[in-house]
């Protein structure tokens, strides 16, 4: 059974930081590609980051350019996601995504809110 699990969410004051986790078991991790994905209240899911399966590869949203940083680690089977610099606009649920050919694999998500 594919798990998929966040941690890291929490409250933080504008231009903090947090770094997210996602732990990942009962897949084959080296293989997916892996993404982060959040949802503000009352929007839609929307993609910010992703990293190839070797890591070579790596995608950010135009609105998280500069202040998140996604990272893996294929030993520990767990990606990371780095934010700095953190706006009120960040306040959202993020998810982590696993994803390889027509296998797409989500975990339940992590609050983070960023209130002064």
């Known amino acids: 059974q594919v798990q998929l699990v966040e941690s890291g969410g929490g409250s933080v004051q504008p231009g903090g930081s947090l770094t997210l986790s996602c732990a990942a078991a009962g897949l084959d991790f080296s293989q997916f590609v892996m993404r982060w994905h959040r949802q503000k209240a009352g929007k839609e899911r929307e993609r910010v980051a992703g990293v190839s399966n070797t890591g070579s590869v790596i995608y950010y949203a135009d609105s998280v350019i500069g202040r998140l940083t996604i990272s893996r680690d294929n030993v520990g089977n767990t990606v990371y996601l780095h934010m700095n610099d953190l706006q009120l606009e960040d306040t959202a649920v993020y998810y982590c995504?696993?994803?390889?050919?027509?296998?797409?694999?989500w975990g339940k998500g992590t609050l983070v809110t960023v209130s002064s």
């Open positions: 995504n696993a994803g390889l050919n027509n296998m797409n694999y």
